[in-house]
């Protein structure tokens, strides 16, 4: 019954955020792909990333986690999380795969990807989590 529960909230919702994901991955990468050779992986990685999670805030939250609207709350928690994995998670992984592969290109999609599990989870479970009592409907603070 749980497994259930929690097989519906996460399968309309990681529709939508797989799509979300397809034009943020286009949007941090294109940035990424411009800038990188003048301004060096970190800085790069800094700005296209910071494009990306601006984009991803607004419409993760509106669209796919369907919050009724965007809180200070909800700002504070994406920015931690989604911080974390990409200006922490994503450069480490990015440098570590360039000792495997010579490609840099290659290695930002593979920690893209690796990041988009992460920040997957941290949105469902902490941004914008699940009220078990309304499967499908945004968790909301403040009715409880």
């Excluded at 097989?7 to 949007?27: D, E, P, Q, Y």
């Amino acid at each position: 019954m749980i497994g259930d529960l929690v097989r519906k909230a996460f399968s309309s919702t990681a529709l939508r955020f797989g799509g979300v994901g397809v034009i943020n991955t286009a949007i941090d990468t294109g940035l990424f792909v411009l800038l990188h050779d003048r301004l060096g992986i970190l800085l790069a990685n800094l700005a296209s990333t910071s494009a990306g999670m601006t984009f991803s805030f607004i419409v993760n939250g509106l669209f796919t986690f369907r919050a009724e609207k965007l809180t200070v709350r909800h700002a504070a928690t994406f920015l931690a999380t989604t911080g974390l994995t990409m200006w922490a998670v994503q450069p480490v992984a990015i440098h570590l795969l360039l000792g495997v592969i010579d490609q840099v290109l290659v290695a930002k999609l593979v920690s893209i990807a690796i990041c988009f599990v992460l920040n997957f989870a941290a949105y469902r479970l902490v941004v914008w989590p699940v009220d078990s009592s309304a499967v499908g409907e945004p968790y909301d603070p403040e009715l409880t």
